[in-house]
Structure formats: C-alpha cells, structure tokens
C-alpha cells in the first residue's frame, strides 16, 4: 500500500525558534499534500493544502506567515513552523492524495509531535 | 459546507461480539466516504472507502461499512471484534468541489476480553 513518511517523529525546541516538518509520499506522486493538526484528544483540523509547484491554499484562521508550506517536488512537501511558541506545540499530521486508478484517497504520514518550551 | 458527525464518544465491546461505529454526514453534491483508525500517537491508517457502485464496502481487518444515501449514514460494522481492534476511529468526507477531508470528532472503541 502507499506509504507516507513525516520527519521527525518528535520535536522539543525553545520558544521563538522555527522548526520545519518534512512529509513525503514513498512509492506514488502526490500532486497534492495536506497538513493537519490534532490536539489531545480531538479530531483533525485542515490547515493548509499543499499543491506541487504552486502555492498552499491556508483554511480560515491558519497564518501563512507562521505556518509556512513548500512543495517543490512530487514526493515532498515540507510545513516550517515559524518563531514557535507554547502555543503552536500540537500533533501534525501530513496526507497524500493518491490520485491513481480514480481512488482519490488520502494516505497519511505518522505525524510530528511538537513541544514548544 | 461538509461536516461529519460521530455520535458516540466511545464505544464498548466485548471480544467476539458484533461490533457499530456510527456516522453521520452533510455534503454539497456526492460524497466521498472514508473510515480511518489511530493507535496512540501514531498517523492515521485508512480502512476503507466509499466513492461509487456497491453501498456495501469491505476494508481492512474485517471491517466493513454501508453507504446510506438516505439516511447520509456510513456506518462501521465488523462482526466479530477483536481486543486488537481497540483504537480511535474516525470518518471523514470529501466531495468532487473540495478534496480535503473533513473529519468527525472521532470515536474510541474499546473491546474487552
């Protein structure tokens, strides 16, 4: 099945550091990559979809300027987080769409658990 | 807009018996059905799907889901729960205008032994 990778598994940085979140599709392209966010116990939330040589599409209330999104290949799409604070610290999770054979469906990655001191 | 509910926070079962994990959706146009289940502080890990054809869908592990278009049901069904199969399932939509998922709250499945 379609494998999706997110590095690094876990993050502890200072406040006002940035720190950049890497997810990528291993055996199929992926025009289009999607972060989320998850907080203890709740769902996900769509942050921001990612499209491959273009410009990510931000969900209403997600700052660009603080959650920056590059997708410069089919296979990466990386999500910096910019002068982190307490705040930002949360579970990321990436997703890949697979758009072969008409499935449509979106294959995620084991996310990012990041702390924020 | 899309949303998708999940009615119960959790659900018990015990080893062996029938297991139902319900959702309920709103969409503009046709859906996109999914069904994903999370173990602790891990990703996401897709079951199934519902895009078109059989409203009887089988997926992963035994489970399986019926598309209800009248009831904009897409309940999760196995019949014979493991201790294995406890985890947080979730269900989610998406349709032809908007490719992202929406996701439900989220439901934990607990199977006693």
């Known amino acids: 099945g379609a494998v999706v990778s997110q590095h690094p598994s876990r993050v502890i940085c200072k406040s006002g550091t940035s720190v950049k979140i890497e997810c990528r599709s291993l055996?199929?392209?992926?025009?289009?990559m999607f972060w989320y966010r998850q907080f203890p116990k709740q769902s996900l939330m769509l942050m921001a979809t990612?499209?491959?040589?273009?410009?990510?599409?931000?969900e209403q209330g997600v700052e660009k300027d603080k959650f920056l999104i590059n997708h410069a290949s089919l296979t990466l799409s990386t999500l910096t987080v910019t002068s982190a604070h307490p705040e930002d610290s949360s579970f990321y999770i990436c997703?890949?769409?697979?758009?072969?054979?008409?499935?449509?469906?979106?294959?995620f990655g084991p996310g990012t658990r990041l702390t924020v001191l | 807009a899309q949303s998708v509910a999940q009615p119960e926070d959790q659900v018990n079962v015990a080893e062996g018996n029938p297991l139902t994990v319900k959702c309920t959706y709103s969409?503009?146009?046709?859906?996109?059905l999914f069904w994903y289940v999370q173990y602790p502080n891990r990703g996401l890990q897709f079951l199934l799907k519902?895009?078109?054809?059989?409203?009887l869908v089988k997926g992963s592990y035994g489970f399986e889901a019926e598309f209800n278009k009248s009831q904009t049901s897409f309940h999760l069904k196995k019949p014979s729960a493991l201790v294995s199969d406890s985890a947080l399932y979730f269900c989610?939509?998406?349709?032809?205008?908007?490719?992202?998922?929406?996701f439900g709250s989220g439901t934990r499945l607990q199977v006693q032994p």
């Open positions: 989610a939509v998406s349709y032809t205008g908007r490719r992202a998922l929406t």
């Open positions: 990612s499209n491959e040589g273009s410009k990510a599409t931000y």
């Open positions: 055996d199929f392209q992926a025009t289009t």
């Open positions: 997703s890949a769409r697979d758009p072969t054979g008409g499935t449509d469906t979106q294959y």
């Open positions: 969409v503009s146009g046709n859906p996109y």
């Open positions: 519902y895009i078109t054809g059989d409203n």
